[in-house]
Each structure stands twice: as structure tokens, then as C-alpha cells.
């Protein structure tokens, strides 16, 4: 059983930066991969980025690859998402999710189902 705890969120003005952190603890050495997403209010659950522990393997999505990046500590069993250039669109909860399969998760790494563990949030919101 993992458990994920986001921290990190916060107000902020267009144009700041944030770093979200998700950190990890349980069984953290059996998580193939990390992602994270966001709700904004009204909004479905939108996909942000993706790592696999092993490789640092990573996708972020097209539309916040300009912005955001994510990364991993092993050691500390976190993962982080850098959000730069923040826009009031950037509002969201976002969520750190993860999972412990990987025999068909490549299909789904994009998507909500693709994960079995995900944490409570973390507010961001954007504004001037």
C-alpha cells in the first residue's frame, strides 16, 4: 500500500513559480512511475506529466511542456513538479498519483486509470 502526500501549493501572481512536492512512503521501492494531474473547478481531472522510478523516463503534456517539468529523488522517494510561467488557467488541484504495474501502463499513462495510488491534493491558485 503507498501513500502520497502532496505539499507545495499556495497562492501565487500570473507569472510566478511553484514546485510541488509528492512525497512517498510505504512500499515507495515498488512504484513504477509517478504522474500528475489537475482539476480545475468545473473542469474533469487533465494529465499533466509523468516519470517511471527506474529510468527517469518522462513525458509532460504538450500543452505545459513549455512550463512545467518533472523530476524524481529516489533517495527521498519525492517527486516534484516545477510549474513555471503561471497563468490564472494553472489554477487546479493538483493530485500526485502512482502505481505499482506496469505489464500494460504504457497505454494508459496518460489517463486516470493508468494509476492505483493517489493522494489528498494540493490547492494552487493563480491570480492577480
Known amino acids: 500500500q503507498e501513500h502520497l502526500k502532496e505539499s507545495g501549493g499556495g497562492s501565487v501572481e500570473p507569472g510566478d513559480s511553484l514546485k510541488l512536492s509528492c512525497a512517498a512512503s510505504g512500499r515507495p521501492v515498488t512504484i513504477f512511475a509517478v504522474a500528475w494531474f489537475r482539476q480545475a473547478p468545473g473542469k474533469e481531472r487533465e494529465f499533466v506529466a509523468y516519470?517511471?522510478?527506474?529510468?527517469?523516463?518522462?513525458y509532460v503534456s504538450n500543452s505545459m511542456k513549455d512550463r512545467f517539468s518533472i523530476s524524481k529523488d529516489n533517495a527521498r522517494n519525492t517527486y516534484y513538479l516545477q510549474m513555471t510561467s503561471l497563468k490564472a488557467d494553472d489554477t487546479a488541484i493538483y493530485y500526485c498519483?502512482?502505481?505499482?504495474?506496469?505489464?500494460?501502463?504504457?497505454?494508459?499513462?496518460?489517463?486516470?486509470?493508468?494509476?492505483?495510488?493517489w493522494g489528498q491534493g494540493t490547492q494552487v491558485t493563480v491570480s492577480s
Open positions: 516519470i517511471i522510478r527506474s529510468d527517469g523516463d518522462l
Open positions: 498519483a502512482a502505481t505499482d504495474s506496469y505489464g500494460d501502463w504504457h497505454a494508459s499513462a496518460a489517463k486516470e486509470e493508468g494509476y492505483n495510488y
